[in-house]
């Protein structure tokens, strides 16, 4: 099994007490996901637990939660690819500890193909045939229920992208108890982009001191359409403790939407906040943060209104081989070795967010996973909240940073880059207007991307990726901002480059001042390197999507994907690279024909991606 362990809580023998200390002492130690016993959700196993016990998969997309009626009691999630070896894809791993983070037990979401426990066969997902689930949320009500949420589908036809929404109750006691998984939305038969697709979720609970909805769960997605990028961002609202779920599109008039989140007020006053993306929608938008309000309960919301524009940071490359790319993104998708969802098809891809080596090859060389500007948004749900105030972090392109990148890899266009910082816009008046964007935590030098933020009891907690410390070097002495993180620009493989040393960090801030002024530390006690080639065969790398905060009292809670469990190795299948640093171990044979046949030891730590986490 990953337990996710406190590492300096255990090495002093200390629990719960040292959850008092104020929120911006220095804690020791982080979290880690080590190697434990997988168990079922009353306790028991099975073969697919079993083998994930022992098998040391990647996990990725980690979610967080913290009990408001005790702050010993912590849950996570993650996608977890411990049953891609037993069940051909991905499920939802979920993770919890009743000791204030100094032990902690790994269990999945009931459902997954092979659970044959009265509350697997009774899953929904299982009833309708869904064999992976992920993209993993969590929130707690007042009432010791916590809510994990995600999406399901196929890798192959039948789609069916969905999201479901499952419920613990947990007032106290070792452990949580399953209670059941409510069917939100279903996708159609069809894989992504031929039918209907349900994937980037969110999910906020009515924790409201003051409000008449207390206890209304707050679902938001985007759905996926073959109308291509007018995809739109749809709301589920439940009012029977996540029994049952009423949908809504919420993004009329916005296109191109994705990245949503949910904010409840102390009054109950619902946000939801998105990006807009300003390419390939065909309308006359720039990117900026979408918003919509609910004084209802979520019964009807406002019309979508701009809190703000910036300057997207969307890394990204031409590919070498359109064709290649294309179906070796497939071919991954398929057999569980990539990023979530249905596999599409295996079209050409000319633009890649994600490069790597062999099909996964880009005209730059650069190797980098996917990265993107997102919005998240969050209230203070509080006695010590104010109704009207709601905050949003986003990471976006500095303005003037814009820099010629000397290659075809750009983060605003091709051969454009820029620097990536984390920005912060605070609304007091319920919306009617909003302060211009603010950086938290201003670099000279660096990118900062993944960030979620929390507001609880009068203080604001924020969590990003910051790549201060990546020794990075592009063409002609060009710096960071012309290189993707992790990536030094080299005339060998021409062009291509070589990996730096660990750069990646995780950085926490907090404000007791509405964000005026920020408190900040590096949360993750190790640098990482998160450009490991772990998927598509071992030869492109994917970090997840985004990182996850949640507060209770003046506790908050993080975790994110981390690198520093990795064995790196040598692909002999690309002798020209030699040892470029992104290679993980990987056991291959040779064949008569010069060719190499298939990872034998995939267990042995090259894909031992894990979730981090920290309590401050």
């Known amino acids: 099994m990953k337990r996710l362990l406190l590492a300096g809580f255990v090495s002093a023998g200390l629990a719960l007490p040292l959850l008092s200390v104020p929120a911006d002492a220095a804690l020791p130690g982080d979290v880690a996901v080590s190697d434990q016993t997988y168990v079922r959700y009353d306790g028991g196993t099975d073969p697919v637990l079993a083998a994930c016990s ?105 789609g069916l992208g969905s999201i479901w929404v ?63 990028p007018n995809n739109g961002v749809f709301v589920a609202t439940s009012a029977d403790g996540g029994r049952s779920f009423r949908t809504q599109k919420v993004s009329e008039s916005v296109h191109g939407s994705q990245f949503c989140d949910i904010a409840v007020t102390r009054n109950g006053d619902v946000h939801v906040a998105w990006r807009q993306f300003d390419a390939g929608t065909g309308q006359m938008q720039n990117n900026g943060v979408a918003w919509v309000k609910s004084t209802n309960g979520g019964k009807s919301f406002s019309k979508p209104a701009v809190a703000a524009e ?71 749900p509080t006695a010590s909240g104010d109704p009207d105030e709601v905050f949003v972090v986003f990471d976006a392109s500095v303005p003037g940073s814009e820099t010629s990148t000397g290659s075809t890899y750009g983060t605003i266009s091709e051969g454009v880059g820029s620097q990536a910082s984390v920005y912060l816009i605070r609304t007091t008046t319920g919306g009617s207007t909003w302060s211009a964007p603010s950086r938290i935590d201003a670099q000279a030098v660096g990118h900062q991307y993944f960030p979620d933020i929390v507001a609880e009891a009068g203080r604001l907690h924020a969590v990003w990726q910051d790549s201060r410390y990546d020794a990075v070097v592009g063409p002609g002495g060009r710096d960071f901002r012309s ?86 190795g040598n692909d002999p299948r690309y002798p020209v690279d030699g040892v470029d640093g992104f290679d993980v171990l990987q056991c291959r044979a040779a064949n008569p024909d010069g060719t190499f046949g298939p990872d034998t030891c995939p267990n042995a730590g090259g894909l031992d991606q894990n979730i981090y986490g920290a309590i401050r």
């Open 54 to 158: 022992i098998n040391n998969r990647q996990q990725n997309e980690p979610a967080a939660s913290i009990a408001p009626h005790n702050p010993a009691l912590l849950t996570a999630g993650a996608n977890d690819y411990c049953t891609v070896p037993t069940a051909g894809g991905t499920w939802a791993g979920f993770y919890y500890s009743a000791t204030g983070g100094s032990t902690w037990t790994n269990s999945l979401l009931p459902g997954y193909p092979g659970d044959t426990s009265p509350a697997g066969t009774a899953s929904p997902l299982n009833r309708i045939g869904v064999t992976n689930a992920g993209d993993p949320v969590q929130a707690w009500d007042n009432n010791g229920h916590v809510y994990y949420a995600g999406i399901g589908f196929n890798r192959a036809k039948p």
């Open 166 to 228: 499952a419920r613990y109750g947990w007032p106290g006691g070792a452990s949580p108890s399953y209670q059941f998984t409510t069917l939100v939305e279903r996708g159609t038969p069809s894989p992504i982009f031929l039918g209907l697709f349900h994937d980037k979720i969110l999910i906020e609970v009515d924790r409201g001191a003051d409000s008449p909805y207390a206890g209304n769960v707050y679902v938001c997605w985007a759905r996926f359409t073959a109308s291509g």
């Open 310 to 380: 910036f300057i997207g940071w969307d890394p990204g490359d031409q590919t070498v081989s359109p064709a290649a790319y294309g179906q070796a993104k497939y071919n991954a998708c398929l057999v569980g070795d990539g990023t979530l969802g249905a596999c599409a098809s295996p079209e050409p891809r000319a633009f890649a967010r994600d490069c790597g080596d062999g099909p996964f090859a880009c005209q730059s060389g650069y190797v980098f996973h996917r990265m993107n500007t997102q919005v998240r948004i969050t209230a203070d």
């Open 483 to 568: 290189v993707p993180v992790g990536n030094r620009a080299v005339a060998a493989n021409p062009p291509g480059a070589v990996a730096g040393p660990p750069g990646l960090a995780a950085f926490y801030a907090t404000s007791a001042n509405g964000g005026a002024s920020w408190v900040v530390s590096q949360v993750s006690t190790v640098n990482t390197m998160p450009q490991y080639e772990q998927f598509g065969d071992r030869d492109v790398p994917f970090f997840g999507d985004y990182n996850y905060i949640a507060a209770s009292g003046t506790t908050a809670f993080m975790t994110w994907t981390d690198h520093r469990d990795v064995v790196a």
